[in-house]
């Protein structure tokens, strides 16, 4: 089975960092993040042979990582010459993939079971597996409850809770069918498109200490700062 990571995008969110390193390659204690993702999918996954979807300041990566050798897996390169959003993206490696394959985003760090969610996609027959986490938020503003004209209730900044996507998939080569040949498409479009055809879509669940995501300058400082003091005092 074939890993692919989508590694592509502009990481606008985390300039200036992202200028001159695409989001993939900023460091995690003393390797890049992009690497942590190759070795989880090695080591939780049996995965050894990777696609990487690349486009903004490719090289950097191509250079980094060559065929995968170094690192135990073989690696290959899907590039686009601009960004395609995440199933756009995914499109450019449909030449690698015949069959079942894994998809994950490039820009978090993954910590959990992955041939567990491979069995359950096999024993399931499903056509999409998606790694899902639960999640709470405080909302910014009070909610008001009214009946017809009349106030019968204030909430004020409730919070609500349910499961979010964490941007790994198991995917059936069929998937690459759901989107267009050329232009930005979102996965959310593309998993919509399955849903519309009946398609069985599973939930995997983790626990929300599997997964860190790199959004955002603070989340980067926050994962930054936990991975250096896992290496101890240099």
């Not at 992202?18 to 993939?24: A, G, M, N, S, Y």
């Not at 010459?81 to 690698?96: H, I, M, Y």
Request: proline share 4%.
């Amino acid at each position: 089975m074939k890993a692919v990571i989508l590694a592509g995008g502009l990481g606008t969110r985390l300039q200036p960092y992202t200028f001159f390193i695409p989001k993939p390659m900023l460091p995690l204690g003393n390797k890049p993040l992009l690497e942590y993702t190759i070795e989880w999918l090695r080591n939780a996954g049996g995965l050894k042979e990777i696609v990487i979807c690349v486009s903004y300041l490719h090289r950097t990566i191509e250079d980094y990582f060559e065929d995968g050798s170094r690192f135990g897996v073989k690696i290959e390169y899907a590039r686009s010459d601009r960004p395609l959003a995440t199933a756009g993206q995914l499109k450019t490696a449909e030449r690698f993939l015949d069959e079942t394959f894994v998809c994950v985003y490039g820009d978090s760090v993954y910590e959990f079971n992955l041939r567990k969610m491979l069995k359950m996609h096999k024993e399931e027959k499903a056509f999409v597996s998606m790694a899902l986490m639960p999640y709470t938020t405080k909302l910014k503003y009070g909610f008001i409850d009214t009946d017809d004209s009349n106030v019968t209730a204030w909430r004020e900044k409730p919070e609500i809770s349910g499961l979010i996507n964490i941007g790994c998939y198991a995917m059936e080569p069929e998937f690459l069918k759901m989107i267009p040949a050329s232009g930005a498409f979102g996965m959310d479009d593309a998993v919509r498109a399955v849903l519309d055809r009946k398609k069985t879509v599973k939930a995997f669940r983790v626990d929300a200490s599997s997964f860190i995501d790199i959004g955002d300058k603070k989340s980067y400082l926050d994962a930054y700062k936990q991975f250096a003091s896992r290496l101890g005092k240099i």
